[in-house]
């Protein structure tokens, strides 16, 4: 299957919900401009699943279960540590 590198942006909130394709490989996370984007490889003939994630700022208490680390961003004096996997 044809696999591309496809950009989701993020709310910065606490827990969000992305639809993406199954199997995706979820790369990184970055400001771009004013906006919290994450970087997938994704197979866009898979079927859609969904894609749990949760953000946290330092100092705030965490609760990211197993999901995996996917990276600190900084935007001015905020700074927010990125957890995300795929759960369907």
């Keep these: 299957m044809k696999k591309t590198i496809w950009k989701y942006k993020l709310d910065i909130v606490d827990e ?3 639809e993406m394709h199954q199997y995706s490989k979820l790369l990184s996370v970055a400001m771009q401009g004013n906006e919290l984007c994450l970087w997938a490889v994704v197979e866009p003939e898979r079927d ?4 749990q994630i949760r953000i946290f700022g330092t100092g705030n208490p965490v609760y990211f279960g197993s ?6 961003v900084q ?6 540590h990125v957890f995300g996997g795929m759960i369907k």
């Design 75 to 80: 935007e001015g004096r905020f700074v927010w």
């Design 67 to 72: 999901l995996p680390f996917l990276g600190t």
């Design 16 to 18: 969000q919900f992305i």
């Design 48 to 51: 859609m699943g969904t894609v």
